[in-house]
């Protein structure tokens, strides 16, 4: 699957724009706060409901405006289909799918991407939370069903959270313990269901992982991944022969189960004193390792930037794997100007065989030149025809002005 053409409305600094794409690589070029990053979050919100740079809706609608439109045309083999989100500064969005509305976390069941941008850097070096939420996106890309299951164990939790709260300042009777092992069997049965798809989904990256890496670095520097899953845990160890806390092996759903009603039980007295759940895959975390040692702690900038390329390499490989709508839409922004030379090269190799990979870039020099075929231009959000090989590269003075006030309300 990839995007034939892109339409934007009120999108960032665009307010109105439209553009046709190709299957291959593409090249999106321009100075910071142009807009070049804007295209590619607006086709990768399509496709995952979220940016990649902010954590509001609010902040991708056009400065002054209520409400924004990203609509793009999808290409699979023979068919075509338009998919389009309109996005609120408050209230719902709406999406629609062949100009029918859908529920708006349905447009991952027809559009898939795999994004790298600097910020992913954070995967290796930052809190547990990102990368759950890496694996949990995989999660719903393989299969819509765990958006829901994702949902309602949120949900649960957030029952159960405010349960152990009023516990903290009264003593509970017992039918609210009664309602508590409520909450603990839902916590089960959708937390069991989350771990058992995360562990799987691990296994199965694994190989992948290696595979990118060694293609990248053109070394075998061992890189690994494993789940460290507190409903799994007794005593802050795993209960199997592995010393360092991590789940690795397979373990049946019903295993995961009882090991977890187990531990929340063990759990429950420090629960009521904390007012929180303990246990549970919110509280889960992924290691990742490089030559048998936790990337997180040894890993130089380099190593984690390579391993974290890597990964969603590796992610847009599975993706490639096990979808129905053929491969992702790869898009890489702003990576090449982080890479020396020889691993640009590397990396150009590795992605050559995407039916479509997107390239931001602020210097076209940085992009190796076999990539550089279809290049298209961003000055002050307007898109420069990419046939037009004497695109300016500066704008008239006031309209460079208002590029750079429009670039302070976008990040780009």
């Not at 890993?299 to 490639?320: D, M, P, Y």
């Not at 590795?350 to 279809?374: M, N, S, W, Y």
């Not at 307007?382 to 976008?410: M, N």
Request: hydrophobic share 40%.
């Amino acid at each position: 699957m990839y995007v034939r053409h892109l339409t934007l409305r009120n999108f960032r600094n665009y307010a109105d724009a439209e553009l046709s794409l190709d299957v291959g690589v593409q090249v999106f070029e321009g100075a910071n706060g142009q807009g070049k990053t804007n295209l590619v979050e607006a086709i990768g919100y399509l496709a995952t409901l979220s940016s990649h740079r902010v954590s509001s809706d609010a902040a991708l609608v056009r400065f002054g405006e209520k409400s924004a439109i990203v609509r793009a045309e999808l290409a699979h083999r023979n068919r075509t289909l338009a998919i389009d989100v309109e996005l609120q500064k408050s209230g719902a969005n709406r999406a629609r799918v062949g100009g029918q509305p859908v529920r708006a976390r349905e447009l991952s069941r027809y559009f898939t991407t795999v994004l790298f941008a600097p910020e992913d850097l954070a995967l290796v070096r930052g809190e547990p939370q990102q990368r759950r939420d890496f694996f949990d996106s995989l999660l719903v890309t393989h299969s819509s069903r765990l958006g829901d299951v994702l949902q309602q164990y949120d949900r649960v939790l957030r029952q159960r959270n405010s349960l152990l709260r009023s516990a903290k300042s009264q003593r509970l009777d017992a039918s609210a313990l009664t309602t508590l092992e409520i909450w603990d069997e839902q916590l089960i049965t959708h937390g069991s269901v989350i771990i058992a798809e995360r562990l799987a989904l691990v296994e199965r990256l694994v190989p992948h992982l290696q595979d990118a890496y060694e293609s990248l670095v053109d070394d075998n520097h061992h890189p690994g991944l494993s789940m460290r899953v507190t409903a799994l845990a007794d005593g802050g160890r795993l209960m199997d022969d592995d010393q360092t806390g991590e789940q690795r092996g397979t373990v049946t759903l019903a295993e995961i189960e009882s090991r977890f009603a187990e531990r929340l039980r063990a759990a429950r007295d420090k629960e009521l004193e904390r007012g929180v759940t303990l246990v549970g895959p919110h509280r889960d975390d992924v290691t990742f390792w490089l030559n048998q040692l936790p990337a997180r702690i040894t890993a130089s900038h380099g190593e984690s930037w390579s391993f974290a390329l890597s990964l969603k390499l590796a992610a847009a490989q599975l993706v490639r794997s096990e979808s129905r709508t053929g491969d992702p839409v790869l898009i890489l922004d702003d990576v090449f100007a982080e890479l020396d030379a020889a691993r640009r090269q590397r990396l150009a190799a590795a992605i050559a065989g995407f039916e479509q990979v997107l390239i931001t870039c602020a210097v076209l020099t940085d992009i190796p030149e076999p990539l550089r075929k279809h290049t298209i231009h961003i000055r002050a959000g307007k898109i420069i025809d990419r046939e037009d090989a004497s695109a300016p590269a500066e704008l008239a003075a006031s309209e460079l002005a208002a590029s750079e006030q429009q670039a302070e309300r976008s990040d780009d």
